[in-house]
């Protein structure tokens, strides 16, 4: 079996044939995605709950709409529109959601672990939407998947990470998986914003986007979090945007065929210029497109019992 766990919790956990395994059967998926009646019902009867503790419009539509691709029953549950707003705590909340007998949660959490804590506590599977500052798996699967597409392979690429590596679970989680397909990964910040020792992953830090910007294949710009201003830990915005911004002038020095990615949200004109956004070289819009088909398999992989794994959708 190339995929058999219980839950998602993170791109560390994994094999490198587990996560080409995720990422083919995302791209089986993509030909649903463009069908005029965008519906197949393998995962019809499972019932799939999201729940958020922090923002998302992204992770949180995609994963919805790919449930409901999969004809799974969806329920969303927003931490300001819950009982938590009357006290209950994140175990209660759990044990209730769980008696009411779903398939998957997929949840985000501003603590680091809270979704690994879930899944020791319910036999549902468990995908992590992003937690802390800890990691983004299905984001790293998004982006890796858009990154195959467009240069044919992730082996012996270099790709550069640009912004707040410190705080990015999204930086964590491209970092294991990339590493673990043989993908170089260049990190680039104000030190403040470098994690102490993260060489020790297997990354190499530059100080100025201008070192590594020749060399890229891809280049991964990072949203800047504007609270770490207030922590004292970025100069101002203007400064941040004239040294690391990634903006026309830069690219000047890049490869013809580079790629510019980002997660989003984007913050126009601080960590990316909006003609470089909008660009040719940008696959943005490529990533959200690929965040939907990644979600369906990873939903086909977790949502089925283990003696119907192996099913192929119709
Ligand atoms: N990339 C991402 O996680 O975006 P959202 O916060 O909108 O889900």
Request: aromatic letters at 4%; glycine letters at 6%; a positive charge.
């Amino acid at each position: 079996m190339p995929f058999n766990r219980k839950d998602l919790l993170g791109i560390r956990d994994l094999e490198a044939h587990e996560i080409e395994h995720i990422l083919d059967l995302a791209k089986s998926f993509k030909e649903i995605n463009t069908r005029s009646i965008k519906k197949v019902p393998t995962l019809r009867g499972k019932t799939v709950v999201h729940l958020f503790y922090e923002p998302s419009t992204r992770t949180r539509t995609s994963f919805d709409i790919a449930a409901k691709r999969l004809s799974a029953d969806t329920y969303s549950i927003t931490a300001s529109a819950s009982s938590l707003v009357k006290g209950e705590t994140f175990l209660d909340t759990l044990k209730n959601l769980e008696a009411m007998k779903p398939d998957v949660f997929i949840i985000r959490h501003s603590a680091s672990g809270a979704p690994a804590r879930m899944a020791q506590r319910t036999s549902a599977a468990v995908i992590n939407a992003g937690d802390g500052m800890h990691e983004h798996p299905s984001q790293a699967l998004l982006d890796m998947l858009t990154m195959r597409e467009h240069k044919g392979r992730l082996e012996g690429l270099t790709v550069l990470i640009v912004g707040d590596i410190a705080h990015s679970r999204v930086a964590r989680s491209n970092l294991w998986g990339l590493k673990k397909m043989g993908a170089s990964v260049v990190l680039c910040g104000p030190t403040t914003l470098i994690p102490p020792q993260i060489e020790r992953m297997g990354a190499r830090v530059c100080r100025r986007p201008e070192e590594a910007i020749p060399d890229a294949d891809v280049i991964m710009v990072l949203r800047l979090q504007k609270e770490r201003q207030q922590q004292m830990l970025l100069p101002s915005l203007r400064e941040y945007s004239m040294v690391f911004g990634i903006n026309a002038r830069r690219l000047e020095k890049a490869r013809e065929d580079v790629v510019i990615m980002h997660p989003g949200p984007i913050n126009r004109g601080v960590e990316i210029s909006p003609e470089v956004a909008d660009g040719p070289h940008s696959l943005i819009l490529d990533q959200v497109t690929n965040g939907v088909a990644v979600r369906m398999a990873l939903l086909y992989l977790l949502a089925q019992r283990a003696e119907d794994r192996g099913q192929r959708p119709e």
